[in-house]
């Protein structure tokens, strides 16, 4: 039997959003997340009104009073594969 629970969610390294969008598809409720790069952010806030958006190196999130979720998600680097970092990621 499934459950009917809405999930929460809160997510580190969340970038542009990918994996916080992925949980709101699946009916997740996205209350937090977290990103540094400021680019990320401004595509993360346009794309997710409803979520508390803490811009910040994630060591600053130790004070910080987090709404507790059921789900903690982290992205991973995207530097290694993206243009931006040359692709360098992909070579071995």
């Not at 811009?55 to 243009?83: H, W």
Request: charge should be neutral; hydrophobic fraction near 35%.
């Amino acid at each position: 039997m499934m459950s009917n629970k809405q999930y929460s969610v809160g997510s580190l390294f969340a970038g542009v959003g990918g994996i916080c969008h992925a949980f709101q598809i699946a009916s997740c409720n996205v209350l937090w997340a977290n990103e540094i790069d400021s680019n990320a952010c401004k595509t993360y806030k346009i794309n997710n009104k409803n979520t508390d958006l803490l811009e910040c190196d994630i060591k600053d999130l130790y004070d910080r009073d987090l709404q507790s979720v059921d789900i903690l998600t982290a992205g991973f680097p995207c530097q290694p594969f993206s243009q931006a970092g040359h692709g360098k990621g992909f070579k071995r």
